[in-house]
């Protein structure tokens, strides 16, 4: 990932985090964050545009990209919003701008109902927000996980290619496919593909979904239409739970939106964030 890097370090209750600050110092602050299994590469495109207007924070989750990873890490949603909320102090931001996707969307919304984080806005992209989630292999992985971390290494490459291949919409880049699958492989990343699985449990998400009507802030929640990992009518279905919620639905884009169609991504987030005061 020599094009993408996360100079700075935090230790968290969860293991070391890289991250990096993007543009101006007086801009306003924004944070960026990743769902799974990608990491902060996959806002790469998104984050420099913004940050010709804001001051962008960028990271990897532990257990995920260039941050750390290790046997018995807790990388479960409640572990990632206890650490968010840990960030913003350590950054010093009292109330961003937060934009999220897959499983930083919970992450986000977990911090914010949970753990009082404060957010100016919240836009949320192709979340895990609602119930049920988790695809059939999904569910197949989380319940034998300790076998298949037992892959021969090339079995286990051309598995996860596969599976980061399969989010719909044009499809990827084979050079950015590589990025993607890079920090699951070897001797630490391919059993933390498997650990990060392993714990996502629709518990973490079940305990705050009744709480989204309390959601005070300005939100937008961004979807891609041809999102073959969750259907677009869950990004309905999440828009109306919201208060005021602005719906953006993005053509020709699968559940990767930030590289289907980081143009119009974008575009939604700032016509929405230059209207936040």
């Given at each position: 990932m020599s094009a993408w890097q996360l100079p700075e370090s935090y230790r968290s209750g969860s293991g070391t985090v890289r991250w990096n600050r993007l543009g101006a110092p007086d801009g306003r602050p924004l944070v960026l964050l990743h769902g799974t299994p990608f990491s902060s590469y996959v806002w790469r495109a998104v984050?420099?545009?913004?940050?010709?207007?804001?001051?962008?924070?960028?990271?990897?989750?532990?257990?995920?990209?260039?941050?750390?990873?290790?046997?018995?890490?807790?990388?479960?949603?409640?572990?990632?919003?206890?650490?968010?909320?840990?960030l913003l102090d350590h950054w010093g931001l009292a109330e961003p701008l937060v934009v999220a996707h897959d499983f930083g969307g919970a992450v986000a919304l977990r911090a914010h109902l949970l753990h009082d984080a404060r957010y100016r806005a919240l836009a949320l992209v192709d979340p895990v927000a609602l119930a049920p989630w988790g695809s059939p292999f999904f569910r197949l992985v989380r319940e034998h996980a300790e076998?298949?971390?037992?892959?021969?290494?090339?079995?286990?490459?051309a598995l996860v290619r596969e599976y980061v291949g399969s989010t719909g919409g044009p499809g990827l880049h084979p050079a950015v496919l590589d990025q993607l699958v890079l920090p699951w492989l070897g001797e630490s990343g391919q059993p933390a593909f498997y650990r990060q699985i392993a714990q996502a449990d629709q518990r973490y998400t079940d305990e705050i979904q009744d709480r989204y009507p309390r959601i005070g802030v300005p939100t937008?929640?961004?979807?891609?239409?041809?999102?073959?990992?969750?259907?677009?009518?869950?990004?309905r279905e999440l828009a109306a739970a919201v208060p005021g919620a602005r719906w953006e639905p993005i053509a020709q884009a699968?559940?990767?939106?930030?590289e289907d169609a980081p143009a119009e991504l974008t575009a939604a987030l700032l016509g929405f964030l230059r209207e936040v005061p």
């Open positions: 984050a420099r545009s913004l940050a010709r207007d804001h001051q962008v924070f960028v990271w990897d989750m532990p257990g995920y990209g260039l941050s750390e990873k290790f046997p018995g890490q807790d990388v479960s949603l409640a572990a990632q919003g206890r650490v968010f909320t840990e076998v298949f971390e037992q892959l021969p290494p090339a079995l286990h490459g937008l929640i961004c979807w891609g239409e041809d999102d073959a990992w969750i259907p677009v009518a869950k990004g699968g559940h990767l939106v930030q």
